[in-house]
């Protein structure tokens, strides 16, 4: 396994220093993604990119495309470099980053698997989101035929690059708050077991959240009926799959 975290990253330049400060612990080579920040973030960006050029690279994306496009341009380039497994997690500082050993240990254990992150939140977790969540993962589980996936939603996993790349030729992944579900659902649907390992997460260090409640719920309502339409033409094999 050759290991890489990726972090996409947008208007976070108030949490994204003590993020990467805490991951160069961690040992593993980083990709930071500029997914079009401002000014003041990128100038962040760039200082840790110089500072840190021994484990750490930057991509700079011209212009704002959401999470999910900023993710798939780290898959990418961690593709290029060799990554064989890639470690997303946010720029915000909500993911415990000392629990990055018991991913990487699952992984070992089963490195064709993805392996997610199962929240544990605190009493800083608004609780419509926290409703919000029940409500994806419960379309996950209808989309999946199965409780495999516990969540859906968390930004911290590790993903098998083979099997990512694969699916990037077939299909058109979500590029923005869609991502993170369309993208597992798609996973397990092309035969990639889950591995849910349940990790606290606490509320931004910068209590900056890109959520815009209308427009993402109105895009992930979306996105579970695409995948339910998906889910329909898969029925047997899912079906077989459950019960194997």
């Excluded at 079009?36 to 011209?62: D, F, Q, T, Y």
């Excluded at 990790?199 to 979306?222: C, E, Q």
Aim: proline share 5%.
């Amino acid at each position: 396994m050759k290991t890489c975290v990726i972090v996409p990253v947008y208007n976070h330049e108030q949490a994204i220093p003590q993020v990467v400060a805490r991951l160069k612990e961690q040992g593993l080579f980083c990709l930071l993604v500029n997914d079009g920040s401002s000014e003041a973030c990128s100038n962040v960006l760039a200082a840790i990119a110089e500072r840190e050029a021994g484990w750490l690279a930057l991509i700079n994306r011209p212009e704002n495309g959401g999470k999910g496009a900023a993710v798939i341009d780290g898959f990418n380039e961690a593709i290029r470099l060799g990554f064989t497994h890639a470690l997303q997690i946010d720029a915000d500082g909500q993911h415990d980053i000392g629990a990055i050993p018991e991913f990487l240990a699952a992984s070992r254990c089963k490195p064709d698997a993805m392996i997610l992150g199962r929240p544990l939140f605190d009493d800083s977790a608004p609780r419509s989101r926290l409703y919000g969540r029940q409500f994806t993962n419960l379309w996950i589980a209808i989309n999946t035929l199965s409780l495999a996936i516990a969540d859906g939603m968390c930004g911290f996993r590790l993903y098998p690059l083979t099997a990512v790349a694969q699916l990037l030729k077939a299909a058109r992944i979500g590029r923005r708050m869609d991502f993170d579900i369309d993208i597992v659902v798609r996973l397990y649907w092309q035969g990639t077991d889950a591995v849910n390992v349940p990790t606290r997460v606490r509320y931004p260090y910068d209590g900056v959240s890109h959520f815009k409640l209308w427009r993402d719920n109105a895009m992930i309502s979306m996105i579970h009926a695409r995948l339910f339409l998906g889910m329909l033409v898969r029925f047997p094999q899912l079906l077989i799959r459950r019960w194997r």
